[in-house]
């Protein structure tokens, strides 16, 4: 893999709509916020550059990821810098574990103070900041009772294992016979359980066997859904929007419609929001765009403010209430580092103006797109300030155009085939936006 061997950006990009190259990606450190760090413009060819450091990672790392090659040392808002000070608008923001921007000073204010007290208790004693956590949460999506936990997939495999103990306790489904009903191309984190129902052959293979127990029905097909609960369903578990299957967009009624047929069956709606949730979709939960309430909520990503890794799994009191003492457990789940600066997310959220700046600059981001249509861009969905698009292959990949993206100064990340998707920190501003979506026009109509 190369690293990058130009200063990237260039006057005009994002954040620079004047010309000025102040704020401007690829200005070794200018703007505001960033000045010369450790390791920064030094170029010397040797173990601190990105080339460098590039291939250290490489001989030690084990090989399940292909960054674009970007060595990244600092970040503040939406900008982040790399080991040469050049700058990039991050329009990825960690999966959206970033959508407060990196570092924003609330949370780690929040951090900060905790470091200082206490760090971590095991859930063998009580800590003082679980219990304000857990209510503010829970308030916040409109649910009873809250399950921390650490990582995306450990809420989804919470969420799994909950189901099924309430299928058999309260449903009554005969033992080993719970089923889950999930979408075809879902993405749900990376344990054998959750790839085990996965349709993305990159995915699963070579990871069995698997655990049985899972029936896969087509996304956003109602007929398919209502067709494949009976008896034994314990849950319906979908992303409300499939984040890395390319931001892909139910149609309006969808997810009423599966709140309907899941309560007909007697069978729990489970809601995968640690893409979709927390300020993304342009609301507070995806499903708040048709204010359904399922049965549990599945949060990660952003809930950790991008400091602390934070999942959790909210929700019914008779749902969650299945689980007692020893059936479940997390060592750092609940964990008062994390617990503080998940009530310090809670609380940026319970202003409304993280939903409200998703909303609104979901419809420049829309807009933005819009003319790309037929001009590079072959489709694109939106979903508040989070986008999927389907860039024409004969321009290249999705990794081809992440890396031009890349030399503007802007950081995207590919999913499948020709698809990027756009999900920048909900704190970026107007002109960067513009800015970006200014480059994007460029890598796609301007010969290279
Ligand atoms: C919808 C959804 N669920 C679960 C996960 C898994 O989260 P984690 O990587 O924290 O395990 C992801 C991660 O991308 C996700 O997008």
Redesign the pocket.
Known sequence: MTAPTVPSGRPGGPGDPDGRGIDSPGVPGSGPGFGPGPGSGSGSGGRRDSAGLIRAEEAVLAPNYHPLPVVVARAEGAWVEDVEGRRYLDLLAG???LNFGHRHPVLVEAAHRQLDRLTLTSRAFHNDQLAGFAERLAALTGQEMVLPM???????ESAVKVARKWAYEVKGVPDGRATIVVAAD??????TT?VGFSTDESARAGFGPFAPGFRIVPYNDLAALEAAVDDSTAAVLL?PV???AGVIVPDDGYLTGVREITRRAGCLFVA?????GLGRSGSTLAVDLEEVTPDLV?L??ALGGGIV?V?AVVGRRDVLGVLGPGTHGSTFGGNPLAAAVGSAVVGLLETGEYQRRAAELGIVLRDGLAPLVGRGVRAFRTRGLWAGIDVDPALGTGREIGERLLAEGVLVKDTHGSTIRVAPPLTVTEDQLRGALAALERVLTVPA
């Open positions: 999966y959206s574990a650490n990582t995306g997939a450990e809420a989804v879902n993405f749900h984190g990376r344990t959750i992303e499939q984040g890395e995968d929001e640690i893409q979709s599945l990660g990503k890794p999942s």
